[in-house]
């Protein structure tokens, strides 16, 4: 763990294990060796990493994370993975050759990947994990998906022109087609959908 004066120049080099910076408006550089994890947690306010051509970071940039049950659930954009307090890996998911498309870490007791053969296109794969690491489900997607959120037990995915509500099993709850310009979609606890288009905004009541 990193703790320096606000907007202090970081550096690390040689083998790390793993590095979390706490320093707001901090420079974080991996000057040489290899760090097998690297965290921007989010109390660096405008931090930012620097990475060397000699340096590596093996397992990925942790982009997003959440903890919440007892356990840390941190998303790479290499893999995902759930953790207990103590260290204890409870799932370790790699992408190996799929792209991350979107996700979603706000469920009550699971969180959700999009995973795409390609970069772009509408072929992917939509799959949910309980907090104890186990696949909950997996659903084959080929409409253009455009967000995802997740809040309470539910599941919201914008498609083109619709939006569909799931549970975490990936059974669908409800479904409100046109959706018109919406681009981005939140899920409340309640089951509640907030679907918002540039300056507008509207809430879906299943």
Known sequence: RLVGIDGAQL???GNIKRV?????NSILQVAQGVADMVTIDEKAVNA???????????????MDFRCKGGRVVSLCDKRLTITTLKGETLLDRAYGNLHLHDYALDGDDFCALLLGRYQAGNICTLTTYGLDGRELASLELTEEVLDIAAGGDYLAVLYGNSVVVYNK???EHARMEGTDYAGQ???????????????SAW????
């Open 169 to 171: 099993d990936l059974t």
């Open 185 to 199: 979609v939140e899920m409340e606890d309640d089951g509640t959908v907030l679907l918002i288009a540039g300056a």
């Open 20 to 24: 979390i910076d706490l320093t707001p």
């Open 48 to 62: 930012s990493l620097s990475i060397d051509g000699e340096a590596v970071i093996r397992d990925g940039l942790v």
């Open 203 to 206: 809430r879906f009541l299943p």
């Open 11 to 13: 550096q690390l080099a």
